[in-house]
């Protein structure tokens, strides 16, 4: 059985400041994005692309120095997909401490050689905790794809048709 959850472990470091001097949400997501990858491929054994990213929420900010964990969870499969939940914390060094910071849920498709989808290993929710968690995802799911039924009406200026 492939591995459901990896963590990422490292020091936020001052490349990644913001004008406020504390880390960068762009950071942040790019984390959650790394992560997020990390655990789908693992999941599938297959190369994954991030098709639909939901309910970021960036509860605390992240301070340079601090020892950030990047946790990344399968909550759900479906033929190609995988719905990976993402959580961030992060806290002094010096102590074991560690306050949660953003949230969010990263939908990754596998993918062959031509960049076509393909089918990926089915996980199955083992309690009430796994059950909670895939319900979730399909609510998350359901609500992504009402919004792409109501997409940004940018007047076709984003696909090139107007110059
Ligand atoms: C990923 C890609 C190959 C999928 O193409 P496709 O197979 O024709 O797409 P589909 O419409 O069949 O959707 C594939 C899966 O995504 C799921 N999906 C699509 N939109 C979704 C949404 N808003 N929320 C959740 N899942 C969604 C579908 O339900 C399907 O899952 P399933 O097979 O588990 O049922 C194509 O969309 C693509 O190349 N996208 C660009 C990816 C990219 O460049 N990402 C950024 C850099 S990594």
């Known amino acids: 059985?492939?591995?459901?959850?990896?963590?990422?472990?490292?020091?936020?470091?001052?490349?990644?400041?913001?004008?406020?001097?504390k880390v960068h949400g762009g950071a942040v997501m790019k984390w959650i994005d790394e992560a997020g990858y990390?655990?789908?491929?693992?999941?599938?054994?297959?190369?994954?692309?991030?098709?639909?990213?939901?309910?970021?929420?960036?509860?605390q900010p992240i301070h340079i120095g601090d020892m950030v964990e990047v946790c990344a969870r399968i909550i759900y499969t479906g033929r190609t997909s995988m719905h990976v939940a993402v959580q961030v914390s992060a806290g002094d060094p010096k102590t074991d401490n560690r306050r949660d910071t953003t949230q969010c849920i990263i939908v990754f498709v596998a993918v062959d050689d031509n960049g076509h989808s393909v089918a990926v290993p089915a996980w199955e929710p083992r309690d009430d905790a796994d059950i909670a968690l895939q319900s979730y995802a399909k609510n998350m799911m359901a609500l992504g794809k009402e919004m792409e039924q109501n997409a940004i009406p940018f007047g076709g200026i984003a696909s090139g048709a107007k110059s």
């Not at 059985?1 to 913001?18: D, G, H, K, Y």
Request: proline content about 5%.
């Open 1 to 21: 059985m492939p591995q459901r959850e990896i963590t990422l472990r490292f020091l936020a470091e001052p490349t990644a400041v913001n004008f406020g001097g």
């Open 38 to 59: 990390a655990c789908a491929a693992g999941w599938s054994g297959r190369y994954c692309v991030t098709i639909y990213v939901g309910g970021i929420r960036f509860h």
